[in-house]
């Protein structure tokens, strides 16, 4: 029997949980699995969560075709600095480029701010004689002895991994191939990075950062994925894996060991793939996947059911959410905001008197006051438990009792008193100034892009999305309201809908006017091969994929760049016209102005290689279960109304076709769901919540 | 309008109304970048939004500005309504002024301001500035003795009326600057910007029930005053005095006094006995002089609170006039930054008095350190390229300055392989500068050298604005001084420091970052820190042997 497209499973290895989704197509089930992840061993909790869904679904390692994996790991070896020891090679005259960085402070105002510490220490940054110009040409050839001599001092300091980067690499690889060849010989057994392979794209910093991240999460990659693959292999299963890449394609074992630093935001990126999969199903194509954990919110601008994607990502930041306070590297990913606004987001009064809500989080321990194990700093789910969105007695389906008499204490003492207020009141400024955290970020989010929120319809996931959607959606002017089911889940979810896909670029510049199309599309034809053989490893037939072509663009004299589309076909001057017009339209799109008469010049050329989407359905087996829906009634407070009184539903049980009116509040284990006096909700045929609200201001 | 509406003003909708109103002026600044052509204003963020209230007092600022425009616009539209009466602001008018005096202290920088009506009436105001691509006259530079060499003056005037273009005005402004289509369109983002902040603030007042601003910006200045005077009325009352020495012009060295008197919770800062103006492009504007005085106070005495004119009130500043902190008209004004960015450093000496933890030393980049190249390729093409690097930060009580990190400005660098992709040039070294961080207990920040080779055939234009050659920046507490600033060729032909000159294909020139100021006795630092630098080459063991014989003759 074919097992093909017959048992899929995704896992999603976050740093708390880990997710697993199974799905039979034969019998049309989704079932979903939740693990604590061991620290230790992240494979362990991997492989016994799988057992049990096996077990519960009643079939064997044979059975499973395929299994898709989104893991942490490479993130938390940057932040945690527990990669390996790496030396860099570069350019005389040049080792510093790491450590001197884009020489910008992040935080104005703070006089002994922090800088992210370069992943090579000086004295493992070692200069070649060579020279490459601008265009390519090589200025000073490469000199072997002192590559000799950098590999020398590099095994006197045992490093495990090198990363190569060399000024003007991107355009010409030829030297960094050089020292790879020689680095086989000298260095037998350590990879070897080279920035020309990893991030061929101008701007010395950023590709060196790339190079050297790739290098220093290199080993500990290979060794965990190794040791994955063969502890699947022991239990029978013979499929294939797969993993997932930042900007939302999947990728083989194989690639994913070389080129480590692509899974660097596989997780978010599959939350992102996951909300592409919903607003297909639910035909909302302009969509913002709103994902509210514990500690931070993520934002995800989707449009024609497309997550956006960005080139470049800033790694392990000093400061979680201070722009600028990272490693830059360029990377494709999936382009999301992250807000340091969650539900164990601390209140507090500042000198200046006024209610702050987060970054600080309280996170799970000591968690917020409710929890009572130890918080005393209010929280966000301390504000919406004492406004009644929050059950005291049916947090995470009961398994957690909330003490709101602590909460009460704690608000008073710590807010209310210092403010001269009463204790709901600030208990809903508490909810209210997170909620416009969000709403201002989300804003930005889209002004940047030229987009207005109403436009858009709030996927909310995550336990405290839901909780958090409808006062978010008023705040944003937004009417219409999804909330998924699986939300809990909805990374891993997202593994089962991703296609396999690639992205690559060539650095190569030139004013357009007077570019060497030749080797363009030399570039182009390079591009094809690497991505030909990517692909036929994950078994795309080359026939069955969708090329996609763009360069990264600017006005001369411009210091940014914006992508915009190519041509399909053999480019040549005859195309320089059409090139230009569309990207001066894609400059009116993004910065809503015309520029006209100015010489235009592109930097980068990129290849997104992907298999068309492929028509899912996903069968959800926890909803529609028998029983009452209609649990009780309990208060809750609504802007302009007070405290009202507001029914209640068990969420599993409601059925397609449902219809409930606001005010409302519906449970399920892992969130609740709150309609406002002023919306409605449908339960539709896939069980999704969909919410329209009827004054959105 | 909230869940916490029908209440007096409180620290809670005080919250909420203020983040609305910054985040209306953080969006006027997105579109305003996003519509800018001007690379100056995208990448190094040199342009403020400020929304202010009837009285013209500020309420709101755009969240990522650069300290040059720190408390330039409420002080920018209180003159501008000196200059034209209210009666004549109409619903729809942009004024604009590029006048020194009256905005950010230089010409290329425009300052735009407009009135916010609701049904009929004031309500606020809108003021924003920006860099603008090209404003005529010579290229950036230190050297003009003259003042209209430096370009073309606006004086107040409307560049919209009514919400149309005065034709005139825009016509007059082409017609007098280099790039006119990008100029044009950079005051058009500012425009944008306008339009904005009109919207979102008639949105805001229609939702909130505010009648019009003052409401809330007294409440807000009222609660960032408290918060300043709590800073100050901790530090000791007294006097304490410092004086900064700079390079200035030939062998005129120019110095900056400076007195801080403090007394309960008022700070007053006195410039007098500073330098008369000079007749170089070298003298801050008061507006200028403001601005870089009261930043550093606010990183050093009350970091965390965000800011408005409130935060200031305690503060009173005295420039006398006719000095290079608060020159005449019509001073040459172009390279103000190479004055007005040694303030922190006076100000720092002048705090480590009485509070060192919360200061830093000298930076090797206060002021900047800039080279302007222009000319054409081989193949006729212009530039005009500005090299942004930074030397070393001072050190603190807390920790090594940051190599290669500018302050009090806040302009990043670009990429080697972009900008030899601009200019003939070619970049053969760009390292940091071993030992060049003043030593102490905390060291300061590496400076760094880069050098540059003429590759193409022809001769490049350059302007170089550089000071703390002869002046390096000092450190603190015992702190040692960090190396010197210096600009060499190849060759061996001498550069004047703030002079425009010719370089020859072929030439290679060496620019050297200054190195941060130590901080503490460089005896107290820790073997591990030691080692460290020895290890990684910030300083030579030879130089460490050095320090220490020298130590121990102390």
């Given at each position: ?6 048992i ?8 708390t ?21 061991s ?27 395929n299994?898709?994996h ?28 790491l ?8 935080e ?36 072997e ?92 299963f013979?499929?294939?894996v797969?993993?997932?890449l ?17 899974l ?23 969509l ?58 601390i209140?507090?009064?500042?000198a ?115 909780v ?107 195309q ?7 990207f ?38 926890t ?20 405290f ?39 339960v ?11 004054k959105?201001? | 309008m ?5 209440s ?37 963020n040199?342009?403020a ?6 009285n ?70 809108c ?60 005051i ?16 805001f ?33 007294g ?36 330098s008369?103006?000079?007749?170089r ?98 193949t006729?093409?212009?530039?005009s ?8 930060m ?58 540059i080779?003429v ?49 020859l ?50």
């Open positions: 029997m074919n097992k093909r497209n017959e899929r499973v995704g896992i999603d290895v976050g740093g949980f880990t997710d697993l989704v199974l799905v039979d197509d034969r019998t049309k089930t989704t079932i979903f699995g939740k693990e604590l992840t620290q230790d061993d992240p494979s362990r909790s991997m492989l016994e969560g799988l057992q049990k869904l096996l077990d519960a679904h009643g079939v064997a390692w044979t059975d499973v075709a299994i898709v989104a893991t942490t790991l490479v993130t938390n070896a940057i932040i945690e600095r527990k990669g390996t020891k790496v030396g860099l090679i570069t350019t005389r005259g040049f080792r510093d480029v450590e001197i960085g884009n020489e910008t402070r992040y104005l105002y703070d006089l002994s701010f922090e800088k992210p510490a370069p992943l090579v220490a000086r004295q493992l940054r070692l200069e070649v004689s060579e020279r490459i110009g601008v265009d390519g040409g090589v200025i000073t050839p490469l000199d002895s002192d590559v000799a001599a950098a590999a020398g001092v590099l095994r006197g300091h045992s490093v495990e991994a090198v990363a190569v980067c060399l000024l003007h690499g991107y355009r010409n690889p030829s030297h960094e191939q050089q020292i790879a060849a020689q680095l086989r010989n000298l260095l037998p057994g350590v990879p070897v990075t080279l920035s020309s392979e990893i991030a061929p794209v101008i701007r010395e910093y950023e590709r060196s950062n790339t190079a050297s991240a790739n290098a220093y999460v290199q080993p500990i990659v290979d060794q965990y994925l190794t040791e994955l693959e063969a502890g699947l292999f022991r239990r029978g013979d499929g294939a797969h993993l997932m930042s900007a939302g394609g999947l990728t083989s074992l194989d690639t994913a060991k070389k080129q480590p630093i692509h660097i935001e596989s997780g978010p990126a599959a939350g992102a793939i996951a909300a592409g999969y919903f607003s297909r199903l639910v035909d909302a194509p302009n913002i996947s709103f994902d509210m954990g514990g500690t931070t919110a993520k934002m995800c601008l989707l449009r024609n059911g497309t997550p956006e994607r960005s080139t470049e990502f800033e790694a392990a930041r000093v400061q979680r959410f201070k722009k600028g306070s990272g490693l830059p590297l360029k990377v494709p990913v999936i382009d999301l905001i992250e807000i340091g606004a969650g539900g164990g987001s209140a507090r009064v500042d200046m008197g006024l209610l702050k809500v987060g970054p600080e989080s309280a996170s799970s321990s000591p968690g917020p006051v409710c929890y009572n194990r130890g918080g005393g700093e209010p929280t966000v789910t301390d504000a919406d438990l004492m406004l009644g969105y929050l059950s005291p007695d049916y947090f995470l389906g009961g398994e957690l009792q909330l003490d709101i008499a602590a909460v009460r204490n704690a608000v008073k003492e710590k807010i209310a008193e210092p403010l001269g207020m009463d204790i709901t009141g600030a208990a809903a400024g508490i909810h209210e100034i997170v909620n416009e955290t969000m709403a201002s970020a989300t804003r930005m989010y889209l002004t940047e892009k030229g987009e207005d929120p109403s436009d858009y319809t709030l996927l909310a996931f995550g336990g405290a999305g839901p958090h959607a409808y006062g978010l959606a008023k705040s944003l002017g937004i009417s219409k309201i999804i909330v998924p089911p699986g939300a809990g889940v909805m990374s891993a979810l997202g593994l089962l809908t991703a296609a396999p896909a690639c992205d690559l670029a060539r650095g190569y510049i030139g004013q357009l006017s007077a570019v060497d199309w030749k080797t363009v599309n030399d570039l182009f034809a390079d591009m094809e091969r690497e991505a030909q053989v990517l692909l036929s490893e994950l078994g795309v037939a080359w026939e069955d994929v969708v090329q996609v072509r763009s360069a990264d663009m600017r006005f001369i004299g411009q210091g940014f760049e914006i992508s915009s589309p190519l041509p399909a076909e053999e480019l040549g001057e005859h320089i016209a059409r090139i230009q017009d569309d001066i339209d894609a400059y009116e799109a993004r910065f809503g102005r015309r520029v006209d008469g100015v010489g235009i010049e592109a930097l980068t050329w990129r290849l997104h290689v992907c298999i068309p989407q492929r028509e899912e359905n996903l069968a959800f087996a909803s529609g279960k028998a029983g009452e829906a209609l649990k009780g009634h309990r208060q809750a407070l609504f802007e302009g109304s007070g009202v009184d507001c029914a209640v539903y068990e969420r599993s049980r409601l059925t397609a076709g449902s219809k409930i009116a606001g005010p409302a509040i519906i449970e399920e284990r892992e969130s609740t769901t709150i309609v406002g006096p002023d919306a409605v909700v449908d539709d045929t896939h069980f999704n919540l969909s919410m329209n609200i009827s959105a201001v | 909230s869940l916490t509406s029908n007096a003003i409180n620290g809670v909708n005080l919250e909420i109304l203020w983040s609305r109103l910054i985040s209306i002026a953080d969006e006027a600044a997105t579109a305003l970048r996003r519509t800018a052509f001007s690379t100056i204003v995208r990448e190094s040199d342009f939004v400020t929304i202010l209230d009837e013209a007092a500020a309420v709101a600022e755009n969240t990522i500005g650069v300290p040059a425009f720190l408390g330039v616009l409420p002080r920018a539209v209180k003159s501008l309504l000196q200059e034209i009466p209210i009666e004549e602001w109409n619903e729809g008018d942009c004024i604009v002024t590029n006048d020194p005096w009256l905005g950010a202290g230089h010409l290329p920088d425009l300052v735009m301001a407009s009135p916010i009506f609701l049904q009929g009436r004031l309500v606020g105001f003021a924003t500035v920006a860099h603008l691509p090209d404003i005529g006259g010579v290229i950036f530079s230190a050297d003009c003795k003259d003042f209209f060499e430096e370009g073309t003056r606006i004086l107040p005037t409307k560049f919209m009326i009514r919400g149309k273009e005065n034709a005139e005005v825009a016509r007059f402004i082409r017609g007098n600057v280099r790039l006119p289509d990008m100029v044009i369109r950079d058009y983002a500012q425009v944008a910007a306008h339009r904005v902040v009109a919207q979102g603030v008639q949105k007042l229609c939702r909130s029930g505010f009648p019009n601003l003052s409401s809330i910006s007294q409440a807000l200045h009222e609660r960032a005053d408290t918060a300043m005077r709590a800073a100050i009325a901790k530090l000791p009352d006097e304490y005095r410092s004086v900064v020495t700079a390079d200035g012009y030939d062998d005129k060295q120019t110095e900056i006094h400076c007195c801080i008197r403090i007394e309960g919770s008022n700070l007053d800062i006195d410039y007098t006995g500073t008369p103006q000079i007749d492009g070298l003298n801050s504007v008061f507006n200028y002089t403001y601005a870089y005085t009261v930043y550093p106070l606010k990183c050093a005495l009350d970091p965390i609170t965000p800011h408005n004119d409130g935060s200031y009130r305690s503060v009173t500043i005295n420039s006398p006039l006719g000095s290079i902190l608060n020159p005449r008209f019509p001073a040459p004004c172009n390279a103000r930054q190479l004055t007005g960015q040694l303030l922190a450093g006076a100000i720092y000496k002048c705090l480590a008095l009485i509070v060192p933890d919360k200061v830093i030393a000298e930076s090797g980049t206060a002021p900047t350190l800039r080279a302007v190249f222009s000319g054409a390729d081989d006729g093409k212009r530039f390229q500005m090299l942004m690097c930074s030397g070393g001072g050190a603190s009580a807390h920790r090594d300055g940051h190599s290669c990190t500018p302050f009090p400005t806040n302009t990043g660098s670009g990429s080697i392989e972009a900008f030899e992709g601009l200019a003939p040039l070619l970049v053969r070294r760009k390292e940091l500068v071993s030992g060049s961080g003043g030593d102490g207990k905390r060291r300061g920040g590496l400076g760094q050298e880069v050098e080779e590759t193409g055939s022809a001769a490049v234009n350059m302007s170089l604005m550089a000071d703390r050659i002869l002046n390096p920046a000092q450190g603190l507490q015992g702190g040692g001084t960090g190396r010197p600033v210096s600009v060499s060729l190849a060759s061996g032909r001498t550069l004047h420091p703030k002079a425009r000159t010719t370089l294909p072929g030439d290679r020139l060496t620019l050297r970052y200054g190195g941060g100021g130590g901080f503490g006795n460089p005896a107290e630092r820790s073997k591990a820190d030691i080692r460290n630098d020895i290890e990684n080459d910030y300083i030579t063991a030879a130089e460490h042997m050095l320090a220490e014989i020298s130590s121990d003759k102390k």
